[in-house]
């Protein structure tokens, strides 16, 4: 029908769009993580530790698999009508690698615990729950043929997926305007302990508006 080709050529170019928006995060994320991974001299010392190599794994592999996540769940929107079968195998691929990354942030945080403290602790760890009950709820539906609600349940992961990308969109944003006010090094000033919920929180508050107004059951 001709409103479901024009949806799909609308839902494709707006994944091109986003993937290539994202390419300097899913770039940096994958060469960090590799580093880190491999013990390189050039990994990231804010979240390398000599001593601590299961800390190393948990947030160097969440790295990798969130990279991985953010660049390829665009193509779960796009392949959705046009190649269903590609689809289905890799909705479950991303859902286990949503899962491992949920795993490796929160394992992180029980460890080391993240620079901005207790603040940025319950916040990222929110959200990796979060990512992990989506990852979790949307391949469960899924192999029950409950497609409704996998759907929903797919879009909520779609938005946590972009979350570590929106978080930095966010900082450049605010300092390309501000200069940085209220932020500090340590990450504990008030446009940081909104920034704690808001690359998640308020993105998923529309996604439930939306859905609500479009009539679906939850």
């Not at 994958?30 to 794994?57: C, K, P």
């Not at 195998?89 to 029980?110: D, E, Q, Y």
Request: hydrophobic share 55%; net charge positive.
């Amino acid at each position: 029908m001709p409103g479901d080709r024009k949806r799909i050529a609308v839902e494709s170019f707006g994944g091109v769009v986003l993937i290539l928006l994202m390419l300097p995060f899913i770039q940096y994320a994958l060469l960090a993580g590799a580093e880190g991974m491999a013990g390189s001299d050039q990994a990231d010392n804010r979240f390398f530790s000599a001593d601590h190599r299961m800390s190393n794994i948990a947030i160097f592999g969440h790295m990798v698999l969130g990279a991985l996540l953010a660049a390829f769940i665009p193509l779960q929107v796009v392949s959705r009508k046009r190649w269903p079968l590609m689809h289905r195998w890799l909705g479950r691929v991303l859902c286990f690698a949503a899962l491992l990354t949920s795993v490796g942030g929160l394992a992180f945080i029980v460890i080391r615990g993240t620079i901005g403290g207790v603040a940025m602790d319950v916040g990222f760890g929110v959200y990796g729950l979060l990512l992990a009950l989506c990852a979790v709820q949307a391949l469960r539906h899924a192999r029950a043929g409950r497609y409704g609600s996998h759907r929903h349940w797919a879009l909520r992961l779609f938005v946590l997926s972009l979350g570590s990308w929106l978080y930095r969109v966010h900082y450049g944003v605010w300092y390309a305007l501000t200069g940085g006010v209220a932020s500090t090094a340590a990450f504990d000033g008030p446009f940081d302990l909104v920034q704690n919920v808001a690359f998640y929180l308020p993105y998923l508050i529309v996604l439930e508006i939306w859905l609500r107004r479009q009539g679906h059951r939850i």
